[in-house]
């Protein structure tokens, strides 16, 4: 794998990010049922999607959610969304996709990040442990909640 790096969204990789290939039965772990429910709470304007690059091509996607000002505390500096392609995972590319949105919360002032997802069998739980969150408490949908320190 080359030198990995972020972009981003343009017209072209927006269609490209959607269309990202997953493994089978991750699809389903994408968007946690607690994001689902306070999605229309989110400042659009605190919204930090990015791609990640491997040269030419497009493997993962990364997305924070920042609001310092948010009622609950999950949603202040979050991950909203990480995906990467099938074909690249394993490689590294979520781990640096985590690390840049962690420097992003940091460089904004925030002292942790944090996470909601779902436990199953091809869920990203021990990925997220991999690359730091701590599993802090649990949603009212039953869903993990992890934070990582900054
Ligand atoms: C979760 C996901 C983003 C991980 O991306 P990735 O590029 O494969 O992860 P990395 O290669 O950077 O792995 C980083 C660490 O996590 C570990 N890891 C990743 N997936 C793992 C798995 N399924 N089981 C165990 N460990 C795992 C790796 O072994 C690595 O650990 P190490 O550095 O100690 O060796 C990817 O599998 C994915 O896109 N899943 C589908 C979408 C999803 O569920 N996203 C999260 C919710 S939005």
Redesign the pocket.
């Known amino acids: 794998m080359a030198e990995l790096r972020l972009e981003e969204l343009t017209a072209q990789t927006i269609v490209a990010a959607r269309n990202?290939a997953?493994?089978p039965g991750?699809?389903a772990?994408?968007?946690?049922e607690t994001y689902v429910h306070v999605e229309q709470d989110l400042d659009p304007a605190g919204s930090w999607p990015r791609v990640v690059m491997d040269g030419d091509h497009l493997v993962?996607y990364v997305m924070g959610a920042f609001d310092a000002d948010a009622t609950e505390d999950f949603l202040k500096a979050a991950?909203?969304?990480?995906?990467?392609?099938a074909d690249?995972?394993?490689?590294?590319?979520?781990?640096?996709?985590?690390q840049a949105l962690a420097d992003e919360a940091r460089r904004r002032g925030f002292d942790r990040l944090t996470?909601v997802?779902a436990s199953g069998e091809?869920?990203?739980?021990?990925?997220?442990k991999?690359?730091g969150f701590e599993v802090v408490g649990e949603t009212p949908y039953g869903e993990n909640l992890g934070a990582l320190a900054l």
Not at 88 to 98: C, L, S, T
């Open positions: 990202l997953l493994k991750q699809a772990f994408i968007a946690p993962g991950l909203w969304r990480v995906h990467v392609e690249a995972q394993g490689a590294g590319v979520g781990r640096f996709a985590v996470v997802w091809a869920g990203p739980e021990e990925f997220f991999a690359v």
